[in-house]
Nanobody, 125 residues
Framework: QVQVVESGGGLVQAGGSLRLSCTAS????????LGWFRQAPGKEREGVSC????????YYADSVNGRFTISRDNAKNTLYLQMNSLKPEDTAMYYC??????????????????WGQGTQVTVSS
């Protein structure tokens, strides 16, 4: 059974930083592209960033490009999202997701098969 678990969320002031982590078990971690999504209250879930199975390719939403960095450590079965220069509009529940074997890194929910329960990020002004 595949299990995806996020951690690292919390409350931070605007301009601050957080690092989210995501572990995945029950699958061959380095076979899968991985992504971060977020959902703010009253809004649809949106793609934030994704990374290919090898870590060689990464993409970012325009709203976070230059502030967030995605990375993965396949030896530790862990995905990271380093978030710097946080803004109040980054406040959301952040979800980690794993795509299918050999799949593409994309910011579309339909590309991902396995999802975590989310970790809350709150940025105060």
């Amino acid at each position: 059974q595949v299990q995806v678990v996020e951690s690292g969320g919390g409350l931070v002031q605007a301009g601050g930083s957080l690092r989210l982590s995501c572990t995945a078990s029950g699958l061959t971690f380095d076979d899968h592209p991985l992504g971060w999504f977020r959902q703010a209250p009253g809004k649809e879930r949106e793609g934030v960033s994704c990374i290919s199975w090898s870590g060689g390719d990464a993409y970012y939403a325009d709203s976070v490009n230059g502030r967030f960095t995605i990375s993965r450590d396949n030896a530790k079965n862990t995905l990271y999202l380093q978030m710097n220069s946080l803004k109040p509009e980054d406040t959301a529940m952040y979800y980690c997701a794993a795509g299918g074997v050999g799949g593409e890194c994309a910011l579309f929910e339909s590309e991902y098969n396995y999802w975590g329960q989310g970790t809350q990020v709150t940025v105060s002004s």
